[in-house]
């Protein structure tokens, strides 16, 4: 065979190679995709804190890790796709994938029938329930001895909804029932057993045996109720048979190839974690050296930023909604007025949490176009803020132009001067003077308010303090340095808000003195 015979051998069979390796049992074609994915992208929606299924590595808040991460790399990987992953509270775990925002949710979730009335479900890894436990507690035979007791879960899960059949039982049997109290996070959920508020909490078998050294033996596990349909971890996805059907065909490939046994290795999800619970290691009272470092850390101070910029962003663009709306309820009756005080009645009324998630989760339904990249947690906050807060500042710009002499706009008037002119140097000046106070004041509640962000996750200064204290247990540091910062930030701006009363108050003052030594015919 010549030379050149030789180069057009391997010209036209060296991409069949290629493309026959490509279509190895490591990997699948991009046909083979799943219709939840687009443009060759993955996006999970995941709630980090739940380790070592999910959780956040290190400081920084958007660096996520544990089994639930390995594993969607792995399925990126064999799908050819890049992995986008989307952090937000658990409540909106499902609400987002139905939006879209996220083609699948993996999230140390338990796969259950009820869900899967709504949503498809691939199993991955197995688990249990547990009842726990302050340390040195009896261990129980069932969940009827809980009776009468005070039991902690997380907002969302399905924890709730098996206590109540548990309570149906007991109050059939004329016992009292589980008291059951719900926290939104998990860290939270443990602090409430730690301070002694509660009796036991639900979780995880994984999770316990993983967070054992950062627990410091302070919790046991007094029950692993024999529920069957709490025996696996499921992938979500929207319902969809060939989607579900390309899911599971992914997983037994992976499972097949040795991934899903190399990262339940990696990880070490066994039963052997049960004995990490005999560890005994009392932390300090207090970790200093833990609060310093939080205190000068870049995240915290980034959170700080962006709570700083939010409520100011939202407030900036609330005052000039405000404004033609005050002019607009001061004037004449019309049907314009009307709307206006519809409008103010219902974003005053309704609450701002309910505001924020319906602009998260809810407008995506109706309109795709909020399902996009840009549409982020911070444009959506900034919206939802900025909407609430005009409804507040209405009022206050509406009182403050009230309250400016009627006679002076009259005596504008009769100099001829035009609309413009009566509001720009006559109207406004004054309702400015009225209003800033309260303004300012109005401004210092919106900074505290900027916290509920966290729940569609915003990485704002409450945001990143929960994902430190979910990643350590370490409650009280974070905490206090979460309390520094807004009271600085808080702080700052009623030394302002002094300051601009006291220079008010001085001209007013001033003007007053003058009038009183006026020459007087």
Not at 187 to 201: K, N
Not at 295 to 319: E, P, Q, W, Y
Request: hydrophobic share 50%.
């Amino acid at each position: 065979m010549t030379f050149s015979r030789l180069r057009t051998f391997f010209l036209h069979c060296l991409p069949v190679m290629l493309g026959l390796f490509t279509l190895s049992p490591s990997g699948a074609r991009a046909t083979d995709q799943p219709g939840f994915m687009h443009d060759d992208t993955l996006t999970i929606c995941v709630n980090p804190t739940l380790p070592p299924m999910i959780f956040v590595a290190g400081a920084d808040a958007s660096t996520t890790s544990g089994v639930d991460i390995d594993l969607a790399q792995a399925l990126a990987r064999y799908w050819h796709a890049r992995l986008v992953v989307t952090p937000m509270d658990f409540v909106g775990l499902f609400p987002s994938l139905a939006a879209q925002r996220c083609g699948m949710v993996i999230s140390g979730i338990i796969k259950l029938p009820e869900r899967e009335k709504n949503f498809d479900a691939v199993s991955y890894f197995d688990t249990a329930l547990a009842i726990v436990a302050r340390a040195g507690t009896t261990a129980i035979s069932s969940m009827a001895d809980l009776s009468g007791k005070t039991v902690a879960i997380q907002t969302g899960t399905s924890y709730a909804v098996r206590i109540e059949r548990e309570n149906e039982r007991l109050i059939a049997a004329g016992r009292p029932p589980i008291i059951i109290q719900q926290y939104p996070t998990e860290d939270q959920v443990v602090q409430q057993l730690l301070i002694g508020r509660v009796f036991a909490f639900a979780s995880q078998d994984v999770e316990l045996y993983y967070r054992q050294k950062q627990l410091h033996g302070k919790v046991n596990i007094i029950l692993t109720p024999d529920y069957p349909e709490y025996r696996h971890f499921g992938i979500y996805i929207r319902q969809n048979a060939a989607d579900r059907e390309k899911l599971a065909t992914a997983m037994a490939a992976l499972q097949a190839d040795g991934t899903i046994t190399a990262i339940k290795k990696k990880w070490a999800i066994s039963d052997n974690g049960k004995t990490a619970f005999a560890q005994n290691a009392q932390p300090p009272a207090f970790r200093w050296d833990t609060f310093f470092a939080a205190l000068r850390s870049g995240t915290f101070i980034k959170g700080a930023c962006i709570t700083l910029s939010i409520a100011m962003l939202s407030h900036l663009v609330a005052i000039l909604i405000a404004i033609p709306m005050a002019i607009a309820l001061n004037g004449s009756n019309s049907i314009t007025r009307q709307i206006l005080r519809i409008y103010v009645s219902v974003f005053r009324g309704a609450p701002t949490l309910l505001q924020l998630l319906f602009i998260w989760n809810a407008l995506p339904q109706f309109l795709p176009i909020f399902r996009e990249e840009w549409f982020t947690p911070f444009l959506a906050t900034w919206l939802a803020l900025s909407i609430n807060e005009s409804a507040y500042q209405v009022e206050i710009n509406r009182a403050a132009l009230s309250a400016v002499d009627k006679g002076q706009e009259h005596a504008a008037d009769a100099l001829g001067m035009n609309r413009r002119q009566v509001y720009f140097h006559v109207i406004f000046p004054q309702a400015l003077r009225i209003a800033l106070p309260p303004t300012i004041n109005e401004f210092i509640n919106l900074i505290k308010t900027t916290s509920l962000a966290s729940v569609i996750s915003l990485q704002e200064l409450l945001a990143v303090t929960q994902v430190q204290v979910a990643r350590t247990f370490e409650f009280t540091e974070y905490y206090a340095v979460a309390l520094v910062y807004y009271l600085a930030m808080v702080f700052f701006f009623l030394f302002i808000q002094k300051r601009v009363e006291r220079r008010f108050s001085w001209a007013d003052r001033q003007m007053a003195s003058a009038n009183d030594t006026a020459p007087r015919r």
